[in-house]
């Protein structure tokens, strides 16, 4: 229900929603100036219950919302706002709980030469002053970076500084409710604090500082950020005591960036410092233009640097490539280590044709296992060789790929191929999987997905198949599976629903030990699988 008056360019009455999945009242006034191009609002509101998954604003899930907020404000024509909104009572809640946010207080004001804003609540603090606005700030500092520093991105070689001031400070406090319903999984430490100082002269500084960043189990630990940018450049440094993805864990993180002038130079180091020599360092330079299309161009040079993984040392040999739009050129990246290598050369074109290269010898697939999570325990040497063509728009990928001295969980696969394609005009990937251990093959297995109709068919021979390769990936359920396991089995169907059946299927000497009850279960003998179970 609606009660009020509308003019041409102005709204002053109430407005009342009684929905199963949306519950508010709204009450105030707002105008518009066509000749000030400023609009001013002046209401209160209240939210009584919004179901906004219900609704179509988040469609994440469970995702529900209550508060009530209080405005008196007027937006200009730059979109900046001066005035007051406080909102209170803020009641949030998702599939992972309820949470009480507090209230927040947001206020703007502006004098003849300075422009103030502040905002204040249980989880977070900051203010503003400048002799521009908050719009203005973004602006001048995006345009210091960049049309100063890396002038062939915006076109402009003519910048000139209009001596704007800003000071900027924001702190965080408690913010766990607030993320585990905006971000679950994501965590910023308490007192995470941002510092930015733009001088009347041009010159801009500032820092992040944080004790922890993380995303589920990846984090960053004791992380800094701090830059300068002024007439002899723009630098800045992040550094991290501990970055830890997947199992993989580096020490004494340090990350370089530097720009002038359109150039740009960065720098990647890392050291553990442990029993196992782990550390690196990673250097490249680029070079921005406007070629002759005036189209934005990229030169990216990477400077010989080199990586230690498990007292292994990587050599990353120079080489070159160029980057506009979408067209990607790559002379030779090389990665040696002893008589392993990884090269990439040609190209990507969305405008011709073009293919890139990938070729591997003897590459130590172990190294992947710690990206891969604690349950991976992969072995073998890898050589052979990935396509990826282009026609256009139109892009095709093919791999083969040959490892031999295959081990899984430590359950010998013997020499493993594999083959795989994919084609971006028909959606469909297809992937082919075959081994051969002591002159017979366990496992020679067909499949293919749609990514159209997300569709899959897949079907796997297997003959004596060593189940102890499972068992990491199967732990919460099966602390010990043993044994072999032949037949043909077939799968297909959309993901979550796909139809599985077997024929031929037995088991032999095979052991299961329930995780639970540590009770083990030895099968032998025939079985059967189909749409009945």
């Known amino acids: 229900a609606a009660a009020g008056t509308i003019a041409q360019k102005a709204f002053d009455g109430k407005i009342i929603c009684s929905d199963p999945n949306l519950n508010f009242l709204f009450q105030g006034l707002f105008t518009f100036s066509s000749k000030t191009r400023n609009a001013l609002y002046n209401f209160y509101a209240n939210i009584g219950y919004a179901d906004l998954n219900a609704i179509n604003i988040d469609k994440r899930g469970m995702s529900r919302i209550s508060l009530q907020t209080s405005a008196n404000f007027t937006r200009v024509k730059d979109n900046d706002l001066l005035g007051n909104i406080n909102i209170s009572r803020i009641n949030l809640e998702n599939e992972h709980g309820k949470y009480d946010i507090g209230d927040i207080s947001v206020s703007s004001h502006s004098s003849d030469t300075l422009f103030r804003a502040r905002i204040d609540s249980e989880f977070a603090e900051g203010s503003f002053i400048g002799t521009g606005s908050v719009s203005s700030f973004i602006r001048d500092a995006k345009d210091l970076t960049i049309k100063r520093q890396l002038p062939a991105i915006g076109r402009d070689t003519a910048y000139i500084w209009n001596g704007n001031r800003y000071d900027l400070s924001f702190n965080l406090y408690d913010t766990m409710d607030l993320l585990a319903f905006l971000a679950p999984g994501l965590?910023?430490?308490e007192n995470t604090s941002f510092?930015?100082?733009?001088?009347?002269?041009?010159?801009?500084?500032?820092?992040?500082?944080?004790?922890?960043?993380?995303?589920?189990?990846?984090?960053?630990?004791?992380f800094s950020l701090d830059f300068r940018n002024n007439g002899e450049g723009l630098d800045g440094e992040i550094r991290s005591e501990t970055i830890n993805i997947a199992t993989l864990s580096l020490k004494n993180n340090s990350f370089k960036l530097f720009a002038k002038d359109n150039h740009i130079g960065i720098g990647y180091t890392y050291d553990n410092q442990g029993e196992l020599v782990n550390r690196g360092e990673f250097y490249m330079r680029g070079n921005l233009l406007r070629n002759e299309d005036d189209r934005l161009q990229c030169s990216i040079s990477l400077l010989p640097s080199s990586i230690y993984l498990n007292a292994r040392e990587w050599s990353i040999m120079p080489s070159e490539m160029t980057v506009?739009?979408?067209?990607?050129?790559?002379?030779?990246?090389?990665?040696?280590?002893?008589?392993?290598?990884?090269?990439?050369?040609?190209?990507?074109?969305?405008?011709?044709?073009?293919?890139?290269?990938?070729?591997?010898?003897?590459?130590?697939?172990?190294?992947?296992?710690?990206?891969?999570?604690?349950?991976?325990?992969?072995?073998?040497?890898?050589?052979?060789?990935?396509?990826?063509?282009?026609s256009g728009k139109n892009k095709s990928l093919s791999s083969d790929f040959l490892c031999t001295s295959t081990g899984i969980s430590g359950a010998m696969m013997g020499t493993v191929r594999f083959r795989g394609e994919w084609d971006n005009t028909s959606k469909k990937i297809g992937i082919d999987l075959k081994n051969s251990y002591e002159g017979k093959s366990s496992f020679d297995i067909h499949g293919s997905y749609s990514l159209s109709d997300k569709y899959a068919d897949v079907s796997a021979a297997l003959d004596g198949f060593d189940i102890s390769c499972i068992t990491p990936y199967v732990s919460s359920i099966f602390s010990e599976a043993s044994g072999r396991l032949s037949g043909n089995f077939t799968a297909n169907g959309k993901l979550g629903s796909m139809a599985v059946?077997?024929?031929?299927?037995?088991?032999?000497?095979?052991?299961?030990?329930?995780?639970?009850?540590?009770?083990?279960?030895?099968?032998?003998?025939?079985?059967?699988?189909?749409?009945r179970g």
């Open 187 to 189: 965590y910023i430490a």
């Open 195 to 222: 510092r930015m100082h733009i001088g009347e002269n041009g010159t801009m500084d500032g820092n992040i500082k944080s004790q922890r960043l993380a995303i589920g189990e990846q984090y960053m630990k004791d």
């Open 324 to 390: 506009c739009g979408k067209d990607v050129n790559i002379s030779n990246i090389e990665f040696l280590s002893g008589e392993q290598s990884v090269r990439i050369y040609g190209g990507i074109s969305d405008s011709g044709r073009d293919t890139l290269m990938l070729d591997m010898e003897k590459f130590d697939i172990s190294i992947i296992n710690p990206l891969l999570g604690k349950a991976a325990a992969f072995s073998g040497a890898a050589s052979g060789k990935a396509l990826l063509v282009s």
């Open 501 to 531: 059946e077997s024929t031929g299927a037995r088991m032999e000497d095979a052991t299961l030990r329930i995780a639970f009850t540590n009770v083990p279960y030895t099968l032998n003998g025939d079985f059967h699988i189909d749409s």
